[in-house]
């Protein structure tokens, strides 16, 4: 009797031995639809590691109830907690949330000469480029904060232009790289005719030249979103 009590036990210890065994965890890594190569992969509970290959692409061992570290300087750090279930499908899909970028200050020192011409109308949209440039010196960095000062100038502009078609600048080219159509008819609430006007607008402020050299998407959004304000504003004192 003592000796199929001992075999018993025996059995139980073996089965619940081998199935808290490590096993060989298959994984990968990415994010926005890229895959993610040499990042660090630890097991925080057995302090083992890896990093992933060019493919995203991860084995390390591991136990159900064991907690996993990802981590990237350019990306948020992930912790997950694996489960019975997620070792036993052997394909782990982590996906890692990228950091906005900072800003970095920009200055403009060269003022850009201008040569009248005898169209008087050409002659003065030249000049109300210098007025803009003089009033706003160098640029404003850090967190926008809505302000423009040569709007009233181009309350002018966007009388004179409002009904006519809108050539793209350097700006309205990446705004739209960064934003979808979507963006700006659905946030925005512009109407399809208004984008390339409304871009145009944004570019007369100096914030857009930052973007044009350092830009990522939360930055953009947050500029677009305040500029919009104003323009708004301005359409209304037009009607």
């Known amino acids: 009797m003592k000796l199929k009590l001992l075999l018993l036990l025996f059995s139980f ?17 990415s994010s ?17 590691s890896t990093i992933t290959n060019d493919k995203g692409e991860f084995i390390i061992e591991a136990i159900a109830n064991d907690s996993l570290l990802f981590y990237s300087k350019d990306y948020y750090l992930k912790k997950i907690k694996l489960s019975n279930e997620q070792i036993k499908k052997n394909n782990l899909q982590v996906v890692m949330i990228k950091k906005p ?5 920009v200055v403009v020192n060269q ?10 109308n050409y002659e003065q949209k030249k000049l ?16 926008y904060d809505g302000f423009i000062e040569n709007g009233m100038t181009f309350v002018k502009r966007l009388f004179i232009s409002k009904n006519k078609p809108q050539p793209e600048v350097e700006f309205a080219t990446l705004a739209k790289n960064t934003c979808d ?29 930052s973007l044009i050299e350092y830009h990522n998407v939360l930055t953009m959004m947050e500029f677009l979103l305040a500029k919009n ?10 009607r």
């Open 13 to 29: 210890f073996y089965q619940f031995s081998f199935s808290q065994s490590e096993k060989l965890l298959k994984g990968i890594l």
């Open 32 to 48: 926005d639809n890229f895959l993610l190569e040499n990042v660090d992969v630890i097991n925080k509970s057995s302090q083992k």
């Open 101 to 105: 970028e900072e800003l970095k200050e």
């Open 111 to 120: 003022m850009k000469s201008i040569r009248l011409s005898t169209d008087k």
């Open 128 to 143: 109300d480029d210098l007025d803009l440039e003089k009033r706003d010196g160098k640029l404003r960095t850090g967190v």
């Open 181 to 209: 159509q979507r963006f700006y008819i659905e946030t925005l609430k512009l109407k399809p005719e208004e984008i390339n006007l409304f871009l145009q607008f944004c570019d007369a402020d100096p914030k857009s030249k």
């Open 229 to 238: 304000i104003e323009f708004k504003k301005l359409d209304e004192v037009l």
